[in-house]
């Protein structure tokens, strides 16, 4: 069964199960420990290390080994936050960090403090200007990811690195999804990784942080790991990671110019053979094996599941497909289509054939859930009824809105206009993105008795 999915998480790589398997024979002892058994536990996770930061681009002694690349974010944040609390307690990230980085900003406003969200273009990217102007006096961290999770997007993070330089504001970089394609662009100060994302084991995460940063780390003090990182070190799955990563990196080159070519034919074909298709993210600044795309008028987890019998295993940031029913707020910063969104990552050694045959299944399982859901086929003009209409979708959850605007649009003259009503918060980002797609002018939202009121307006 084709497994689509790499940016959650890789197939454990072959050299990480080797390693893991032989280190859990030779480093099951206390590295703390001084005689034979600690001594050679402690040869294997020095070794790791080096070869992780070697990886990474930093000294051995600046490099801690994590239960988790979340561990590893909200350690960062909260130790540079707290080292450097003269300064200010102002904090800067994009509006599309991992959930980890924005939840950690959210605690931090609890406590007290403030912080920034610097917006992206369309394609998921923060201009390295606008980035510099939300920086101030009192900013005591700066967060960037090195490439964006959900669209694949890459950020500026050099020109980034450059004006927190200047301003003296260290920078984390959160590189969870491009470490194991390659090193991160020097400038940054701190760096958080997660394993698991490269095709090392789960629970190893990475934490990176350059002499002469500030750094306090939080809670209980732990004589473990520079007292970074609380708690016995699990040798074996730090040995499996290290390993790991150092072989990824020797594949990368080969690796990513195969893979970028089959996401490029996934990029081009699939517009062609699914109506009503968005492809989101930036086409050449991005990872190399991941693509996301948007579907009108579907329902994103019914899609999801129709290719999962199709054995195609894929991911989606739709809000139909989330316990909150709201949209990803990465999608949501972008301004770009949630409603039966695809999240597309090839792990390594993905075939061309594999790919073909996803793009043989796709426009079926598509069209069968848009009939299934109703969906028009076409928006047609009718008899013209009234200037105005008013939709009801109160209760009815995405892609419904939107399928019953795109059926009355025609009823309208040119100039006449649609108000939907909708308690659904997907239409807040749906029915504008909607507009764009199908060349229609949304005029904006109102509030309603319940819900919202969204307008828009028939231009063609």
């Given at each position: 069964?084709?497994?689509?999915?790499?940016?959650?998480?890789?197939?454990?790589?072959?050299?990480?199960?080797?390693?893991?398997?032989?280190?859990?024979?030779?480093?099951?002892?206390?590295?703390?420990?001084?005689?034979?058994?600690?001594?050679r536990?402690?040869?294997?996770?020095?070794?790791?290390?080096?070869?992780?930061?070697?990886?990474?681009?930093?000294?051995?002694?600046?490099?801690?080994?994590?239960?988790?690349?979340?561990?590893?974010?909200h350690?960062?944040?909260?130790?540079?936050?707290?080292?450097r609390?003269?300064?200010?307690?102002?904090?800067?990230?994009s509006?599309v960090?991992?959930?980890?980085?924005?939840?950690?900003?959210?605690?931090?406003e609890?406590?007290?403090?403030?912080?920034?969200?610097?917006?992206?273009?369309?394609?998921?990217?923060?201009?390295?200007?606008?980035?510099?102007?939300?920086?101030?006096?009192?900013?005591?961290?700066?967060?960037?990811?090195?490439?964006?999770?959900?669209?694949?997007?890459?950020?500026?993070?050099?020109?980034?690195a450059?004006?927190?330089?200047?301003?003296?504001?260290?920078?984390?970089?959160?590189?969870?999804q491009?470490?194991?394609?390659?090193?991160?662009?020097?400038?940054?100060?701190?760096?958080?990784?997660?394993?698991?994302?490269?095709?090392?084991?789960?629970?190893?995460?990475?934490?990176?942080?350059?002499k002469?940063?500030?750094?306090?780390?939080?809670?209980?003090?732990?004589?473990?790991?520079?007292?970074?990182?609380?708690?016995?070190e699990?040798?074996?799955a730090?040995?499996?990671?290290?390993?790991s990563?150092?072989?990824?990196?020797?594949?990368?080159?080969?690796?990513?110019?195969r893979?970028?070519?089959?996401?490029?034919?996934?990029?081009?074909r699939?517009?062609?053979?699914?109506?009503?298709?968005?492809?989101?993210?930036?086409?050449?600044?991005?990872?190399?094996?991941?693509?996301?795309?948007?579907?009108?008028?579907?329902?994103g987890?019914?899609?999801?599941?129709?290719l999962?019998?199709?054995?195609?295993?894929?991911?989606?940031?739709?809000?139909?497909?989330s316990?909150?029913?709201?949209?990803?707020?990465v999608?949501?910063?972008?301004?770009?289509?949630?409603?039966?969104?695809?999240?597309?990552?090839?792990?390594?050694?993905?075939?061309?054939?594999?790919?073909?045959?996803?793009?043989?299944?796709?426009?079926?399982?598509?069209?069968?859930?848009?009939?299934?859901?109703?969906?028009?086929?076409?928006?047609?003009?009718?008899?013209?009824a009234?200037?105005?209409?008013v939709?009801?979708s109160?209760?009815?959850?995405?892609p419904?809105?939107?399928?019953?605007?795109?059926?009355v649009?025609?009823e309208?003259p040119?100039?006449?206009?649609?108000?939907?009503?909708?308690?659904?918060?997907?239409?807040?980002?749906?029915?504008?993105?909607?507009?764009v797609?199908?060349?229609?002018?949304?005029?904006?939202?109102?509030?309603a008795?319940?819900?919202?009121?969204?307008?828009?307006?028939?231009?063609?």
């Amino acid at each position: 069964m084709p497994y689509f999915d790499a940016a959650s998480s890789a197939p454990l790589h072959p050299v990480a199960h080797q390693a893991l398997l032989a280190a859990l024979d030779e480093g099951w002892a206390d590295p703390a420990r001084l005689y034979r058994e600690g001594r050679r536990a402690r040869l294997l996770l020095d070794v790791a290390r080096e070869a992780a930061a070697e990886a990474v681009g930093c000294r051995p002694d600046e490099l801690t080994f994590t239960s988790s690349g979340t561990r590893a974010v909200h350690s960062a944040i909260s130790g540079a936050l707290a080292g450097r609390r003269r300064v200010g307690r102002h904090l800067v990230v994009s509006a599309v960090e991992h959930s980890s980085v924005l939840h950690a900003a959210a605690t931090h406003e609890a406590q007290g403090g403030t912080f920034a969200e610097v917006p992206v273009d369309r394609a998921g990217a923060v201009s390295a200007a606008a980035y510099g102007e939300a920086l101030r006096e009192d900013t005591a961290l700066a967060c960037l990811q090195s490439a964006n999770h959900e669209v694949g997007t890459e950020q500026p993070v050099a020109e980034v690195a450059e004006l927190c330089r200047a301003s003296d504001v260290p920078l984390l970089v959160d590189a969870a999804q491009s470490l194991g394609w390659g090193p991160v662009p020097a400038g940054w100060s701190l760096l958080a990784a997660s394993a698991h994302k490269w095709g090392g084991p789960s629970g190893v995460g990475l934490l990176a942080v350059r002499k002469g940063v500030r750094f306090a780390p939080q809670g209980p003090a732990d004589e473990r790991e520079s007292g970074r990182a609380a708690g016995f070190e699990n040798i074996p799955a730090v040995v499996a990671a290290a390993a790991s990563l150092r072989a990824v990196r020797a594949e990368a080159a080969a690796e990513s110019v195969r893979l970028r070519a089959l996401v490029d034919l996934i990029r081009a074909r699939v517009p062609e053979l699914v109506p009503d298709v968005e492809v989101v993210g930036d086409p050449v600044r991005r990872l190399p094996h991941l693509v996301t795309f948007s579907c009108l008028y579907v329902d994103g987890e019914t899609l999801l599941h129709e290719l999962d019998r199709a054995e195609f295993s894929v991911s989606s940031g739709s809000s139909c497909t989330s316990s909150t029913l709201t949209p990803s707020h990465v999608l949501r910063a972008m301004g770009v289509l949630s409603e039966g969104n695809v999240r597309v990552s090839l792990p390594a050694g993905t075939t061309a054939e594999v790919v073909d045959r996803f793009l043989r299944v796709l426009p079926g399982v598509v069209s069968e859930v848009r009939e299934r859901l109703g969906a028009p086929v076409s928006v047609a003009p009718s008899p013209v009824a009234a200037t105005s209409l008013v939709v009801d979708s109160l209760g009815k959850r995405c892609p419904i809105p939107v399928i019953e605007l795109a059926k009355v649009i025609g009823e309208v003259p040119v100039g006449g206009t649609v108000t939907v009503l909708s308690d659904d918060e997907a239409a807040r980002l749906d029915i504008p993105a909607w507009c764009v797609m199908r060349e229609q002018e949304y005029v904006g939202e109102q509030p309603a008795d319940r819900g919202s009121a969204y307008v828009v307006r028939r231009l063609s």
